[in-house]
Nanobody, 126 residues
Framework: QVQLVESGGGLVQAGGSLRLSCAAS????????MGWFRQAPGKEREFVAV???????YYAVSLKGRFTISRDNAKNTMYLQMNSLKPEDTAVYYC????????????????????WGQGTQVTVSS
């Protein structure tokens, strides 16, 4: 069983940056597709970005260019670098992993993922 723990969230001013981390334990996830999702108050959880075991990436169109997903397989950890943050980026950010295969847009569906972290709060002030 894989456990995922997010960290790096916090309060930042608009225009600032944060880097989120997602540390996996229990077994290696180096070959697994992993993704980031976020959920703002009163809204559904939405896809942010995904990275494959081969480091192929796919982003939500609205976020591409500001957010960068990466992973360090030696540390069993995934990252999300968030730049030029906006108040509308305020949300709880969740990392997820899956033992299933997917590629590109197909990885944006929540149902693909069978392991989730507890989330980390990101608040962007104006």
């Amino acid at each position: 069983q894989v456990q995922l723990v997010e960290s790096g969230g916090g309060l930042v001013q608009a225009g600032g940056s944060l880097r989120l981390s997602c540390a996996a334990s229990g077994r290696t996830v180096s070959g697994n597709v992993m993704g980031w999702f976020r959920q703002a108050p009163g809204k559904e959880r939405e896809f942010v970005a995904v990275i494959s075991g081969a480091n192929s990436t796919y982003y939500a169109v609205s976020l591409k260019g500001r957010f960068t997903i990466s992973r360090d397989n030696a540390k069993n950890t995934m990252y999300l670098q968030m730049n030029s943050l906006k108040p509308e980026d305020t949300a709880v950010y969740y990392c997820a992993a899956t033992t299933r295969y997917c590629s590109g847009y197909a990885c944006s569906a929540r149902q693909v993922y069978n392991h989730w972290g507890q989330g980390t709060q990101v608040t962007v002030s104006s």
